[in-house]
């Protein structure tokens, strides 16, 4: 449980060494440092989607809940889990803010 909860003014990013493929709306994620393939379900590849650009977990929570018509903070708690664990897998990093 002791994951240290990401700000919503983290910036996310995808790793540079994760190749990513959509096969019928879920996306298959390989990871070459760690020989793994890791498949999404439909929420985690909508997250997933969202890190095509450089992006902010509160700006990723915002538009998921605007999407799932589901309770904001369960949304909130699984996009936190989801990036957990993302985070600890290396698929994703946090970037450094571009401006202070």
Known sequence: MGHSR???HRTLS???DILSTEVSGQIALMSIPNGCYYSLNSVASEI???LEQPTQVGQ???T???EYSGDPEQIEKDLQETLGQWLA???IEVSAPLHP
């Open 14 to 16: 995808r790793h540079s």
């Open 60 to 62: 990723i929570a915002a």
């Open 64 to 66: 998921l809940a605007d």
């Open 89 to 91: 897998l290396h698929l």
């Open 48 to 50: 997933w989607r969202k």
């Open 6 to 8: 990401l700000e919503p």
